[in-house]
């Protein structure tokens, strides 16, 4: 369990992240949710330390980051894995030695070790015969799929993607979204994930934070999305006519 209290985040004097209050639940799919500039990605990055927040406490398990001493850090650091905006893999290395190169940063493990638990988080995200491509080789859900490989492969307790399946056609979106999703309840992680997509928030939110301007402008499950009527919320949300049909149709029933 992640608990965020009261965090605040400026750049330049600029607050942009204006006193931010939740929890991020186990085992659990939660979802970050905004438009462009809401400050989506400055709260995972401020999550995962790349950003220090002036005010408020980050809160892993019982540990507040800002009190840990640098190696509490480190450690804490390798107990999270990460999905960035983009795939992020590194162009000029193979599948397989992307996914291990975290084990290779990170663990004093051999090359057969190695080799093994590669084979099997890219099993586990059903590529198994990529091994020895290179990333621009590969379609862009398969990338994601790397990404998502490499950031399991140090078996974290806590996981941050952001827009996973950005790019992604939406029935490859779909298929990454349950992927996440199933490994989240199968390893039992902590998975934070930001995204614009309303496909994800009504296949895996299940646990979804609404961030407008900077602040936290409503909280809640996919259930109880149908049923607020929290303007903001609305207005962001139903602003398709697909998904104002699909309220519709679940608020009759
Ligand atoms: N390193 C930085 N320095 C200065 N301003 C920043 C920095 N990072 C983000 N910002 C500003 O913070 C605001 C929120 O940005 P952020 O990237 O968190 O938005 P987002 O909700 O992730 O948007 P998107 O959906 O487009 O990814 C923006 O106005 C952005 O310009
Ligand atoms: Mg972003």
């Not at 990605?41 to 001493?69: A, M, N, W």
Request: charged letters at 25%; a negative charge; glycine letters at 6%.
């Amino acid at each position: 369990m992640i608990e965020v209290k009261n965090v605040e985040k400026s750049f330049n004097g600029n607050k942009i992240l204006k006193g931010i209050s939740t929890v991020f639940e186990t085992g659990k799919t939660n979802l970050i949710i905004g438009q462009s500039g809401s400050g989506k990605t400055v709260l995972l990055k401020s999550l995962l330390g790349i950003h220090t927040p002036e005010t408020g406490q980050i809160c892993f398990d019982g540990r507040v980051y800002s009190d840990l001493e640098a190696d509490e850090k480190r450690e804490l650091r390798t107990e999270i894995g990460m999905v960035f905006q983009g795939s992020a893999l590194f162009d000029s290395m193979t599948v397989a030695e992307n996914v291990a190169f975290p084990l290779r940063m990170f663990t004093k493990d051999n090359t057969a070790k190695i080799k093994e638990r590669v084979d099997f988080v890219l099993d586990r995200v059903a590529l198994v015969k990529a091994h020895n491509k290179l990333p621009s080789e590969i379609s862009g859900g398969m990338q994601k799929r790397v990404a998502i490989a490499r950031a399991i492969v140090n078996n974290p307790k806590y996981l941050f993607c952001d827009e996973p399946n950005s790019g992604l056609d939406p029935n490859t979106a779909i298929l990454i979204d349950n992927l996440i999703k199933e490994i989240t309840e199968e390893y039992n992680i902590t998975t934070v994930i930001n995204t614009h997509d309303m496909n994800s928030v009504m296949e895996i939110g299940e646990k979804i934070l609404f961030l407008k301007d900077g602040l936290k402008a409503w909280e809640g499950t996919k259930e109880e999305i149908f049923r607020t009527d929290n303007e903001a919320v609305v207005a962001f949300v139903y602003s398709s006519n697909l998904f104002k049909k699909v309220r519709e149709a679940y608020l009759k029933e």
